[in-house]
């Protein structure tokens, strides 16, 4: 874990300006205004609650960069390093804001990145094209440098969670503990070594820890509450954990065996195994993100698990902790150098348990990178919580 981190530059964002320049130029649009408070913070460096009243960045493809903003955020504007700032009133005043804010620009061809239908018609009229594409995404889809190191640091402190899960679960367990205990006491100490090494040089920033923790058969809910159950002997537990830093995000997961671990638990982790290396595998070759979750997949088919699938093998992450790229049917985005995906395999069975693993993978020029370890330093059969 590295104290010597800092926030992203404002030569990151300016260079980040560029980038999207480049973008809207190969659309043939006059610039992009970014509605969306992920591509405000990649275009800007502010990272601003996104709320009912909109914010926005122009960046033209010629000429200086406009920040339209509330009045209420005026001082938060500073700093940035754009100079043209411009503020509205209040929301929901008299004159949409994001109305307002083409009419700044101008009768311009614009790429916007998101917009309310009930706007469309008025929007065509402020524009002389209007193009309704996320531009910003495909360019924040491949990180830079400065953005994969903020990825790399915070995938240990998801790692931080679940290796106090594994080293303290099963005492919490026996105790008497539930799945909100067990929780509580790891989400204080990662959160705690995350805000002790990084709260000085990060604050402002987004930051922090997201966790969930289910047993038995509630395990079978890819998506569920954690409640105030206790874990049962020969039960799996579950843990997916994201963490961020810097307002860039990673995630790792496992899934332990309380108690004693048998057979089918072995056989069901072997084959998530096989299903992660081949979801780093097909990234490494430089696959489509499709054709990244069919090989994937396939090793949960091919070992008979193919009835418990429930999702996608994996997501994009950055800015957002579930972008684009999907590794997922219907994405056919081919995987290149500078990419970061969830590798998330999955076995859902019912009213009976619930397997997750999770790896963050890097992609390289080389490769793949996995930043996040507790797989790969814990082996399935050390993946058991003693009561």
């Given at each position: 874990m590295t104290g010597g981190l800092a926030p992203l530059s404002q030569t990151f964002h300016e260079e980040a300006r560029d980038r999207l320049r480049a973008k809207a130029s190969q659309a043939d649009l006059d610039g992009l205004l970014l509605l969306r408070a992920s591509n405000l913070a990649y275009a800007t460096g502010l990272f601003l609650s996104e709320n009912e009243r909109p914010m926005g960045v122009w960046v033209p493809v010629d000429g200086a960069p406009i920040l339209m903003l509330p009045d209420l955020e005026r001082e938060n504007a500073e700093g940035t390093g754009i100079e043209d700032l411009r503020f509205y009133n209040e929301y929901p005043g008299e004159h949409p804001a994001e109305l307002w804010m083409l009419d700044q620009i101008g009768p311009k061809s614009v790429g916007v990145d998101r917009l309310e239908a009930r706007f469309l018609d008025a929007a065509r009229?402020?524009?002389?094209?209007?193009?309704?594409?996320?531009?910003?995404?495909?360019?924040?889809?491949?990180k830079q440098p400065e953005?994969?190191?903020?990825?790399?640091?915070?995938?240990?402190?998801?790692?931080?969670?679940?290796?106090?899960?594994?080293?303290?679960?099963?005492?919490?367990i026996a105790d008497g503990g539930t799945e909100a205990d067990l929780m509580a006491?790891?989400?204080?100490?990662?959160?705690?070594?995350?805000?002790?090494?990084?709260?000085?040089?990060?604050?402002?920033?987004?930051?922090?820890?997201?966790?969930?923790?289910?047993?038995?058969?509630?395990?079978?809910?890819p998506h569920g509450?954690?409640?105030?159950?206790?874990?049962?002997?020969?039960?799996?537990l579950l843990a997916g954990i994201g963490a961020s830093l810097g307002g860039y995000h990673a995630e790792s997961g496992i899934t332990l065996v309380v108690g004693e671990m048998s057979a089918d638990h072995r056989s069901v982790m072997s084959a998530m195994?096989?299903?992660?290396?081949?979801?780093?595998?097909?990234?490494?070759?430089?696959?489509?993100?499709?054709?990244?979750?069919?090989?994937?997949?396939?090793?949960l088919r091919s070992a008979g698990l193919g009835d418990t699938i429930r999702h996608r093998i994996g997501h994009g992450m950055g800015l957002d902790g579930q972008e684009a790229p999907w590794l997922a049917t219907g994405d056919a985005t081919h995987v290149a150098d500078g990419m970061v995906f969830s590798n998330e395999p999955g076995v859902?069975?019912?009213?009976?348990?619930?397997?997750?693993?999770?790896?963050?993978?890097?992609?390289?020029?080389?490769?793949?990178?996995?930043?996040?370890?507790?797989?790969?330093d814990t082996p399935i059969d050390a993946r058991v919580l003693a009561i």
């Open positions: 009229e402020h524009c002389t094209r209007l193009d309704l594409t996320d531009h910003a995404i495909a360019v924040r889809a491949r953005e994969i190191a903020l990825t790399i640091e915070a995938a240990q402190y998801a790692d931080l969670f679940l290796r106090h899960l594994l080293d303290t679960g099963g005492d919490i006491a790891c989400l204080a100490h990662a959160r705690g070594a995350l805000l002790d090494t990084h709260k000085a040089n990060f604050a402002g920033t987004p930051m922090g820890i997201t966790a969930s923790v289910h047993s038995g058969p509630r395990a079978a809910l509450a954690v409640l105030e159950r206790r874990p049962q002997p020969g039960e799996t195994a096989a299903c992660d290396a081949a979801g780093a595998a097909a990234c490494a070759a430089g696959k489509t993100c499709e054709e990244v979750n069919v090989a994937a997949l396939a090793e859902y069975r019912p009213g009976r348990d619930g397997y997750r693993t999770i790896n963050t993978m890097i992609v390289t020029e080389t490769g793949v990178t996995i930043p996040s370890r507790m797989q790969a």
